[in-house]
């Protein structure tokens, strides 16, 4: 089980991390260089599925390149299972898969059990062809095992490259953009197949953009902004804490006009006025409501909103940050 | 290690076969292009006197193919994985990139080997070259040239992981290869010669000469200090490459460009 301390981002763990990324660093050389990462550190333990947010060129890719051996830090380190990614690669790589964003996972022209095959064969392990194709039952693909992977469609070809991670069955299965181009059924089969891995005692991270699919299959969010972990939280956790700042504030007419801080106006139709009051205090929400009666508008409704990750995501991004603990 | 190679052989193979367009024009323009030169130095060059030394000729413009095979194989495997996009994905194995790099030139090589030897046999076929040679001493000078072309297929694939597209330097380098198959090393100035005698390819070549014209045996090519000359330039040459595509791997690790093309 982890912990999390909202304020430094310090992981306490009862077990031992699968992966355990130090002050990693790197500034990509050129004119301008490009300060990837900043010194970032995360952890990801047995059963957990990390979320790696944030906005494109955020650090995302280059972090998870460094932790595959793809990319040398200019200092810090990625520990897997206890081996250095920098100093005992073999030892380190061997007990990681990666699945990369998009097509980049498989042979075209060789079939899906070829594929299998080959892909786990370079992982070091070796390859069981009943499990694969009891995974292919799982995955509804038992059927198409067989044939050349051109013939297959966009939710396929990632659907086998996931299996692929898994019949690999190493400790860390890192997931880039997993579900991007799928279909909803495609991308729930997926989020059933990662939550079962977990389950399975698999450390997962995953880096999207799409917000829904983290929130529903994560269970730590870790955000990057501009080379630099800004939070690294419990995903419920996260929510939780944004959770009782904000109400939604639906009056009538709809154009009163209010000011009092913390206070935006988020939509206005022929009805009525939205407005959204970001406190944690409740007494805010009074002196709102006494403003709203001496202008004697009509309050329709006042709701504490949950916001989901994607409302939070943007929060912490641009600009906000994170509530006090 | 040796399921790795297994594997990436029968990929090789499976691919290969599953693209006959490309197979079947890889046979015919090394046939082109060996009946033009052939047919072209007999016809417009008649005292060069390339009947009489048809075989060595013939055993000149297999080398070369070899070359090829080796060095292309090495630059195309890189960018053709990192233009489909499984080569990061390949370079995220805990064997290493240059263990994946020698085991893809390997494989790669052993899959066109088939073909190499189909090629021969036409060609053979096709021009009547007589060709008496000791099989034995053959495959052993096969091998122990090899460790030089899979240094050159390294120094390719290097290059190839950091600039992407060296094409047009490839066939820079296969020109003069060509050249140095057909001309031998011989017709170069004493003070070239000298620095080129060791080199592994012009070896390779002499003693190819010395099998297939002065019908050179086994039993002697081997005990001989040419054949030991070679073994050493040639895993010389070897080292070299794997030094340095170690040291471009590390390059295009930092700069983070192993998966760019």
Redesign the interface.
């Given at each position: 089980m982890l912990t999390c301390r909202a304020e430094n981002f310090k992981i306490k763990t009862m077990n031992k991390p699968v992966l355990k990324a130090v002050e990693l660093k790197?500034t990509?050389?050129g004119k301008p260089a490009i300060e990837a990462l900043k010194g970032v550190s995360l952890e990801v333990g047995v059963g957990d599925v990390v979320a790696l947010l944030g906005p494109n060129g955020a650090g995302k890719t280059?972090f998870v390149?460094i932790v595959?051996?793809?990319?040398?830090p200019d200092s810090g380190d990625a520990i897997v299972e206890g081996y250095s990614v920098t100093k005992q690669?073999?030892?380190?790589?061997?007990r990681?898969?990666?699945v990369?964003e998009?097509?980049?996972?498989?042979?075209?022209?060789?079939t899906g059990m070829?594929n299998a095959?080959?892909?786990v064969?370079?992982?070091?392990r070796?390859f069981d062809r009943k499990r694969c194709m009891e995974l292919a039952e799982r995955f509804g693909l038992s059927d198409a095992m067989n044939r050349?992977v051109r013939t297959y469609s966009k939710g396929m070809k990632q659907k086998l490259s996931v299996l692929i991670a898994f019949l690999t069955d190493t400790p860390l299965i890192l997931l880039d953009e997993p579900t991007l181009g799928l279909d909803v059924e495609a991308s729930n089969e997926l989020i059933d197949a990662i939550k079962e891995g977990a389950d399975a005692g698999h450390a997962i991270l995953i880096t999207t953009h799409e917000m829904h699919i983290a929130q529903k299959v994560s269970t730590h969010v870790a955000i990057i902004k501009e080379g630099k972990l800004v939070t690294y939280q419990r995903t419920d956790r996260l929510l939780e804490l944004f959770r009782y700042r904000e109400y939604l504030i639906k009056v009538k007419p709809n154009d009163i006009k209010l000011e009092f801080p913390m206070l935006r106006k988020v939509e206005s139709n022929d009805n009525f006025a939205t407005f959204v009051l970001d406190t944690s205090e409740p007494s805010d929400v009074y002196r709102v409501i006494d403003m709203l009666k001496s202008r004697n508008a009509e309050i329709l409704e006042i709701v504490r909103r949950q916001p989901d990750l994607e409302e939070v995501y943007l929060r912490i991004v641009k600009g906000g940050g994170m509530p006090d603990a | 290690m040796l399921?790795?190679a297994?594997?990436?052989l029968?990929?090789s193979l499976?691919?290969m076969l599953?693209?006959p367009f490309e197979m079947v024009n890889t046979y015919i323009s090394l046939i082109l292009i060996f009946g033009g030169i052939f047919l072209g130095i007999k016809a417009f060059a008649p005292s060069v006197g390339l009947e009489a030394n048809k075989a060595g000729f013939f055993l000149g413009y297999m080398l070369w193919t070899f070359y090829l095979f080796t060095a292309n194989s090495a630059s195309w495997t890189i960018y053709s994985a990192a233009t489909?996009?499984?080569l990061?994905?390949?370079?995220?194995?805990?064997?290493?990139h240059t263990l994946?790099v020698v085991i893809k030139i390997i494989t790669d090589n052993l899959a066109s080997l088939i073909h190499y030897i189909l090629i021969a046999i036409l060609m053979i076929l096709i021009f009547g070259v007589d060709l008496k040679l000791d099989l034995i001493a053959t495959i052993g000078l096969i091998l122990a040239a090899y460790p030089f072309f899979l240094g050159v297929g390294l120094i390719f694939a290097g290059l190839a992981l950091n600039v992407k597209r060296i094409g047009s330097f490839i066939s820079l380098v296969q020109i003069i290869f060509m050249f140095l198959a057909f001309v031998g090393g011989g017709k170069l100035s004493p003070g070239v010669v000298s620095v080129v005698r060791y080199f592994p390819y012009l070896q390779a070549l002499r003693l190819a000469k010395a099998i297939t014209i002065r019908g050179v045996r086994w039993s002697e090519l081997f005990v001989s200090n040419e054949f030991a000359t070679l073994l050493a330039t040639s895993l010389i040459s070897f080292a070299i490459g794997w030094a340095f595509f170690k040291v471009m791997d590390?390059q295009a690790?930092?700069?983070?460009v192993?998966?760019h093309y």
């Open positions: 790197k990509y050389p280059t390149k595959t051996g793809l990319l040398l690669r073999r030892h380190a790589l061997s990681l898969v990666t990369l998009g097509d980049r996972n498989l042979r075209f022209r060789l070829e095959e080959f892909f064969v370079l992982s070091g070796k050349q | 399921r790795l297994w594997v990436y029968k990929a499976m691919e599953r693209y489909m996009g499984y990061e994905r390949e370079f995220s194995s805990p064997f290493g994946i590390r690790m930092r700069k983070g192993i998966g």
